[in-house]
């Protein structure tokens, strides 16, 4: 098994995990890198890896897997170290009918990477004193008394036992046949609490609750008494340097729509809370573009749109400690186990998965440790892989949800971290 494959192993295992709830611009110093280490097949020892190798990566994943995943172009960024040098590539067209290329100025849905986002905004709360991690739901929000308990770090962990809104069956027939509906915080909260008419089952341990994001989200406005995006704005986006990056309550402007990519649902997998189906309740939308529904229903759980790049330069300010001091930045990176929700000071290969206050960590046999997210929406995909020590950090976007199975994006970036690795200018020969 190559270097890749045991990468994609690893990886898939998390993003199955998340999915069952999921022409080149460059600007680097010289056209060809060369190899340092062997890898997978991608270039042959000692052979220069070139711009068309990357290239090369993204158009074949394209060509092989754009009629299945539903998926007319892609964007992907690779760092080789901050500030650079940098690869971005470029693939497709941004629809069906009627698309231009996909290029620096197209945008996506970044799904739940805003979790990361979330996590860092309650962090950078907490070190101006307007809140502890370790308060809880009945602190803060004593409307919700079921959860009353529930810490704030709870809700970031994942640990919370919380049941996720984004799969109750209500909703889900309101995406269907409302797809322009707004919802408040409050609203998606409420598909998920218990009452007379809402019986989700509570979980134990590690379990991916989307409920969790957004009460973290209603706990900063209560905080502060500004609203999400404005908080956003503010202590996040600012300090990252992030000026191509878009948050919204309600549906987003033309200014917004206009540069992204049609967004399509191709996904028939039951969801799950509907284990007996025989159809999915979502199974009307496929092949419906969503770029112009209010994306409302995400919120500060994933209500994000942004670019690969502008993706890349987020982790980077993160983890440079652009945007939180020091004690609130390991507090960020503190893991639990996705196997049994237990606090972990390192990953093993006996558990090699953790979660953060929103953010992956896995543990690859050959690789070492790697930073990790997968976000998804109704009709988007972006991820990134970074590693720290190896200074490398790719991220990359398309235009689809297809089934679980069938999510190819990050095996196709796996193949271009190893590129990356290989391509590092201080390693070059």
């Not at 649902?265 to 284990?275: I, S, V």
Request: charged share 20%; proline share 7%.
């Amino acid at each position: 098994m190559t270097v890749t494959d045991t990468l994609v192993q690893t990886i898939q295992t998390v993003s199955r995990t998340f999915s069952a709830a999921i022409l080149a611009t460059v600007f680097l110093s010289a056209a060809t890198l060369h190899v340092v280490s062997s890898g997978a097949a991608l270039a042959a020892e000692g052979e220069p890896v070139s711009i068309a190798d990357f290239q090369s990566t993204v158009d074949t994943y394209l060509a092989e897997r754009g009629e299945t995943e539903m998926i007319t172009g892609v964007a992907a960024y690779i760092s080789l170290g901050d500030p650079g040098p940098a690869i971005e590539i470029y693939a497709g067209e941004t629809a069906k009918q009627d698309g231009v290329p996909v290029s620096d100025d197209t945008l996506f849905q970044i799904g739940s990477n805003t979790k990361g986002f979330t996590g860092a905004l309650m962090l950078a709360l907490e070190a101006e004193g307007k809140l502890n991690i370790d308060q809880t739901v009945g602190d803060w929000l004593p409307l919700y008394p079921a959860w009353k308990d529930v810490t704030i770090r709870d809700l970031l962990h994942m640990t919370s036992g919380i049941p996720t809104y984004s799969e109750s069956l209500p909703l889900s027939r309101l995406w269907v046949d409302d797809p322009d509906r707004h919802y408040t915080l409050q609203e998606l909260i409420d598909y998920a609490y218990p009452s007379e008419t809402v019986n989700l089952p509570p979980n134990d341990g590690w379990f991916y609750s989307n409920t969790n994001y957004v009460l973290a989200g209603l706990i900063a406005e209560k905080a502060t008494g500004k609203s999400y995006k404005e908080l956003l704005e503010e202590k996040l986006f600012a300090p990252a340097g992030l000026t191509d990056t878009y948050y919204e309550p309600v549906a987003y402007p033309p200014a917004v729509t206009d540069r992204m990519a049609s967004g399509y649902f191709n996904n028939a997998e039951c969801g799950l809370y509907e284990p007996d189906c025989q159809e999915a309740v979502l199974a009307p939308m496929i092949g419906r573009d969503v770029r112009l529904s209010d994306v409302s229903w995400a919120g500060p759980a994933g209500g994000i749109v942004s670019s690969p790049r502008q993706l890349s330069r987020w982790i980077r300010a993160v983890f440079a400690g652009k945007v939180l001091p020091k004690k609130q930045l390991d507090e960020f990176l503190s893991l639990v186990s996705t196997s049994t929700g237990e606090p972990i000071e390192k990953l093993t290969p006996d558990d090699p998965r953790g979660f953060s206050l929103g953010l992956v960590k896995i543990l690859n046999p050959q690789m070492g440790e790697l930073w990790f997210y997968e976000g998804e929406t109704l009709g988007y995909r972006m991820a990134f892989l970074f590693s720290p020590e190896e200074d490398v950090l790719v991220s990359a976007a398309t235009n689809s949800q297809p089934e679980g199975d069938e999510d190819k994006l990050v095996p196709m970036m796996a193949k271009l971290y190893e590129l990356a690795l290989n391509a590092k200018p201080e390693t070059a020969q």
